[in-house]
């Protein structure tokens, strides 16, 4: 006989994963004008300590300006791997990549596809 019986325990309740934002169509928000609404904090939210719980983050405007064109940086990057332009080549098409995902604003020439 073992030192611990099992125990049996009840059974589990389905968790069902819901939508966090849900979408409304163009015909119902003009017939009833129902509205998603922005989810942007604006006061600070603090716990009983006084330590803020949450934070927005303040609105800003990334500018990304590369060293040289969107080809001569492709250029750079069929370079030796031992040179350090090779490398900085890459870094700046990978630096436009995320500018472009994340709208990011991009001085001097618009990269060709990188």
């Known amino acids: 006989m073992p ?3 099992e125990i049996l325990r009840p059974e589990v309740p389905e968790v069902s994963e819901r939508q966090e934002e849900f979408i409304i169509p163009e015909t119902l928000q ?3 004008g129902v509205q998603v ?3 942007n904090f604006k006061s600070q939210i603090k716990d009983d300590q006084g330590q803020p719980l ?3 983050p303040p609105t800003q ?3 990304v ?3 040289a064109d969107a080809e001569t940086l492709k250029d750079w990057t069929k370079g030796p791997i031992d040179s350090s332009q090779t490398w900085l080549g890459a ?3 990978k630096i436009f990549k995320k500018a472009m995902l994340f709208g990011w604003k991009i001085l001097g020439k618009e990269p060709n596809a990188a």
């Open 30 to 32: 003009q017939s009833t």
């Open 54 to 56: 949450i934070q927005t």
């Open 61 to 63: 405007v990334i500018e």
């Open 3 to 5: 030192a611990t019986p």
């Open 91 to 93: 870094f700046w098409l």
């Open 37 to 39: 609404v922005q989810k």
């Open 65 to 67: 300006s590369p060293p």
